[in-house]
């Protein structure tokens, strides 16, 4: 476990028990749209990649995207934590959930308490978010979370992202 909240916990990816998780948000229509299509269609090929993409950055960087579960039942919902990219000086915050249960207050909840975790556990004093340019949910969200709109940028293939700066308000 990486820390919990008041109705979450978020913890490290497992490539055997949240293979059919990672399977099933990894195919929602949003997080294809707006983050992009891994071509994950199998609990097989959700283990490979939860070994080959999150699991080697936790060994690579300390850190990764994180299992968010209900405290209450064990449901896993969604994923919440950073990315380190060659393409940004910075590690960015990712989240994103299974669609029922968006608009619940789990993203906020969880980002909030992962930004937290990455200045108080990691040391991060800065913290960057990329969307998609029309991904307006996620950009309402960075905003309530205390992130700034700093520019359009150029993902490495291409396309157009908006970039997003935190400021911190511990």
């Given at each position: 476990m990486i820390f919990e909240t008041t109705r979450l916990i978020v913890r490290e990816l497992d490539s055997a028990s949240d293979a059919e998780f990672i399977?099933?948000?990894?195919?929602?229509?949003?997080?294809i749209k707006y983050i992009?299509?891994?071509g994950v269609r199998t609990a097989d090929e959700a283990a490979v990649f939860i070994e080959a993409r999150y699991r080697q950055s936790y060994r690579d960087h300390g850190f990764g995207l994180y299992a968010v579960e209900l405290k209450?039942?064990?449901?896993q919902i969604g994923l919440c934590g950073f990315v380190r990219r060659d393409s940004l000086p910075s590690a960015d915050i990712g989240f994103a959930f299974l669609p029922e249960y968006?608009?619940?207050?789990?993203?906020?909840?969880?980002a909030e308490a992962m930004l937290?975790?990455?200045h108080e556990s990691l040391g991060l004093d800065r913290v960057l978010a990329i969307t998609s340019l029309d991904n307006d949910a996620s950009g309402r969200l960075l905003e309530k979370l205390g992130f700034?709109?700093?520019s359009e940028i150029d993902s490495p293939d291409g396309e157009k992202l908006k970039l997003f700066e935190y400021?911190?308000?511990f």
């Open positions: 399977c099933a948000l990894l195919n929602t229509p949003k997080f992009g299509d891994r209450e039942t064990g449901a968006e608009g619940t207050g789990y993203g906020r909840e969880s937290a975790f990455g700034k709109f700093d400021e911190p308000h």
